[in-house]
Each structure stands twice: as structure tokens, then as C-alpha cells.
């Protein structure tokens, strides 16, 4: 379903792309595209998070679509458009396409199924999740449009998620505009810097602390202590999905 329609905003910019080859920099972060901009922080606009799936178990979230999501993102509604689909077969398909692509998904589905998820929803592998089991995942970022700063992904840090009013206020948003729509699912969030913002909003209780995975590191291949930080909470990780799952 959808939550938001900025895709209808942002139509006539999608449909004036090129068809079916890569997107650069200089035809996606544009003005025309630009949500909004505080300073050296932009935030675009990217159609692969305006679709909630309300029927998940699994809620996987990351810190905000990189370039390559965003990238994927717009070939791949540009196509959908071509073909006349709705605004929700776009968002759903997009979706479908971009998150976690490349080799960042098979890092995180590696280390779903050592925790044992898969058997925990009756699959195979986590791999499903992102095939024939979709219908028990929900993916989005706390910050759920592409930022940018000085034109490079946010990595979370310089400026401080929590403390700029406009990553603040975003994240808030997510929180409030997707979550409750999945009020059961499993929320795994993605790193320390998605961590640490989740706990401050389970702090302000707009969060239950009950549904969160703590401990789960950043599956990108850039994360060089994601093996280490993985080893050092793998067993209270384990401990949590049979304490969630025994609940259901």
C-alpha cells in the first residue's frame, strides 16, 4: 500500500529521463529533484519508499537509499511508467529492485539465516525474503529519501542523525508513518547509527523496545568489523528471536 504520493510530484521528471540504461549524478541530483536542503545536507527525492507492506513479520532498516539504490530506483520506475503501471505496482516493483542490492544483500542474508530467521518463519533461507517470501518483509531507512552531503552518501555521522533538524525530523517521520502500520513485525535495524536512533525514539516511546533487535551490524562490504560486531551479539541476537517469536 501506499503511505505517501510524491511520485504523482515528481511524474514529469521521472517520465523526461532516458530509458533503459544507467542514470548519472548529474541527471538525477538536480534541483528538479531535490526535496530539500539544509546547509551542505540534501535530501532527494527516490520513489522506492513510499510502499508499506502492512502483512510483514520482518521489518529490516537501513539509514538512507545510496546512490546505487537511488540509481536503481529511477531506471527502474522510469520503465514501470513507460508501461503504463499504477503508482502502486511503481513504488512495490521499485522497491523490489533496489533494496539492498548488489553485494550488500547476501552479506545480510548470510548472516539472517546464521541467526536462524529462516527457521523461524518456515523458509529455506532468508534469501526468500527478497524472492517467493516478500510478503513477510517490510525494508525501508530511517531516513527513507536519498541525503546527500556535499553530494556523497550520509554515512550517518558528520552531521549526527539526532542532532540536525532535518535528519531528526525525517527519522521521526519514518517512525510514525511506517511502523505503526506493522505493529507485530520483527524490527532489525541496520548499524550503530540506525541503532542508536531507534533507542533514543523507544526513549520518547514512539517505539516499543519488545520488537527491536539490537546488536545487528551494517551488512555493506565497506563495514570492516561486521564479522566481529556480528560475533560479539550473535547470542543475545538469538535469545531475542526466540523470545519474539515464542510470543506470536
Not at 43 to 59: G, S, T, W
Not at 83 to 110: H, T, W, Y
Not at 121 to 145: I, W
Amino acid at each position: 500500500m501506499l503511505i505517501t504520493h510524491y511520485l504523482d510530484r515528481y511524474r514529469e521528471a521521472i517520465l523526461a529521463l532516458p530509458l533503459h540504461r544507467r542514470l548519472t549524478k548529474d541527471e538525477l541530483l538536480t534541483e528538479t529533484l531535490l526535496m530539500e536542503r539544509n546547509g551542505k545536507v540534501e535530501m532527494y527525492y527516490a520513489p522506492h519508499n513510499e510502499y508499506v507492506n502492512p502483512d510483514a513479520k520482518i521489518v529490516i532498516i537501513g539509514l538512507t537509499p545510496g546512490w546505487s539504490q537511488m540509481e536503481i530506483a529511477f531506471r527502474v520506475a522510469r520503465a514501470c511508467l513507460e508501461e503504463g503501471r499504477s503508482d502502486e505496482e511503481v513504488c512495490q516493483r521499485v522497491k523490489e529492485a533496489a533494496r539492498f542490492a548488489g553485494p550488500m544483500r547476501q552479506n545480510l542474508i548470510s548472516m539472517l539465516d546464521e541467526l536462524g530467521l529462516h527457521h523461524k518463519l518456515q523458509l529455506t533461507s532468508c534469501s526468500e525474503l527478497f524472492e517467493s517470501g516478500q510478503q513477510l518483509l517490510h525494508t525501508t531507512s530511517v531516513l527513507r529519501f536519498p541525503v546527500f552531503v556535499n553530494k556523497r552518501n550520509y554515512n550517518g555521522t558528520t552531521p549526527p542523525l539526532l542532532t540536525h533538524p532535518l535528519l531528526k525530523r525525517e527519522a521521526r517521520s519514518t517512525i510514525e508513518e511506517q511502523l505503526d502500520y506493522m505493529r507485530q513485525a520483527l524490527i532489525i535495524p541496520l548499524g550503530v547509527s540506525v541503532e542508536n536512533g531507534l533507542r533514543q525514539f523507544v526513549e520518547e516511546r514512539l517505539l516499543d523496545r519488545a520488537r527491536c533487535l539490537w546488536g545487528f551490524p551494517h551488512p555493506s562490504g565497506a563495514n570492516g568489523h561486521r564479522h566481529r560486531q556480528f560475533a560479539e551479539h550473535v547470542k543475545a541476537m538469538k535469545k531475542k528471536l526466540d523470545a519474539h517469536f515464542c510470543t506470536l
